[in-house]
């Protein structure tokens, strides 16, 4: 069974940082995208990063507002993918969750909140 388990957020001052971690199981984590998004209160959930396989380069995509601050890595080894957020805005806060897709089934966590204070 597929598990992706969060963790790593907490509360910060505007302009710190944070690295969130995403542990998977049940799958070969090295094969896949994995992905993070983040929802805040009253808001849709979006897209903050992308990391490709190893194998496809590893290469990686951000969002706009997240662009130059936010770095999504992975370590398959440990099949963990993570985040580091620096230079953290109040409106970065939110629940932050890790997402795969594996033979066309969406897996996402529980989610780790992220809240950045003024």
């Known amino acids: 069974q597929v598990q992706l388990v969060e963790s790593g957020g907490g509360l910060v001052q505007a302009g710190g940082s944070l690295t969130l971690s995403c542990v998977g199981s049940?799958?070969?984590?090295?094969?896949?995208?994995m992905k993070w998004y983040r929802q805040a209160p009253g808001r849709e959930r979006e897209w903050v990063a992308v990391i490709s396989a190893v194998s496809a380069g590893a290469n990686t995509l951000y969002s706009d507002f997240v662009k130059g601050r936010f770095t999504i890595s992975r370590d398959d080894a440990r099949n963990t993918v993570y985040l580091q957020m620096k230079n953290l805005e109040p409106e970065d806060t939110a629940v932050y969750y890790c997402g795969t897709v594996r033979n066309t089934i969406s897996y996402w966590g529980q989610g780790t909140q992220v809240t950045v204070s003024s």
């Open positions: 049940g799958f070969t984590s090295s094969t896949g995208v």
